[in-house]
């Protein structure tokens, strides 16, 4: 069975939608995959609560507890890897991660970052994408490498943004979409992870 690891920091609806998928598309006998662990590095991360509920491990490694970068990282490595993954999702996962971590699961860890990269990497991408009057925006999956929001696209959806757009609404309307995109590209990487 091969394991997928799921990494939060806030809602996880993101992280709902895949377990979902998980369950009513049967991926446990149709792929050979489940869902094994939610993992957090907030103890207040909505998320928890949900993934506890829907019967998944569920684990806390709390960045603050950590004099830096490098320490957090090897902390989450060791939680991350008690589960044998084989893939890693980053699902609304706010942490800047180390070389070293991104290069232990290199080509096995995934992001969803909400605009059509390469446009707008980084932070509140929704207002940016209205400030610069574009007229379509989106959500991307893509693999994770050193650099932040960078790697190769693995899937993309895209919504108009529309003359009456705040960032909130653009942000549910992609939010919707990344809902459908994650869960499916999740699904078609783990065959061939
Ligand atoms: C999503 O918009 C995701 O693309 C971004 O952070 C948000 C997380 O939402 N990286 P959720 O926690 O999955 O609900």
Redesign the pocket.
């Known amino acids: 069975m091969k394991n997928i690891v799921i990494l939060?920091s806030?809602?996880?609806?993101?992280?709902a939608a895949i377990v979902r998928a998980a369950q009513q598309q049967d991926w446990a006998r149709r792929l050979d995959a489940r869902v094994a662990a939610v993992i957090s590095n907030r103890p207040d991360a909505k998320?928890l609560a949900w993934a506890r509920e829907a019967g998944i491990a569920t684990a806390v490694v709390d960045h603050k507890a950590y004099a830096g970068r490098e320490p957090f990282d090897a902390a989450l490595m060791a939680e991350i890897d008690r589960h044998t993954p084989a893939l890693v999702v980053l699902?609304?996962f706010m942490r800047i991660l180390t070389p070293g971590f991104v290069a232990h699961y290199a080509g096995r860890i995934v992001n969803?970052?909400?605009s059509l990269l390469p446009a707008f990497p980084g932070l509140h991408t929704h207002q940016r994408a209205i400030d610069m009057g574009c007229r379509v925006a989106g959500?991307t999956v893509h693999q994770v490498t050193a650099e932040l929001d960078h790697g190769a696209i693995l899937a993309q959806a895209v919504v108009p943004v529309l003359p009456d757009d705040t960032a909130d609404t653009l942000?549910a309307r992609v939010?919707t979409q990344?809902h459908l995109i994650y869960p499916r590209a999740v699904a078609e990487l783990i065959l061939r992870v």
């Open positions: 939060i806030g809602t996880g609806s993101n992280m998320g699902a609304g969803i970052h909400p959500v942000a939010l990344e």
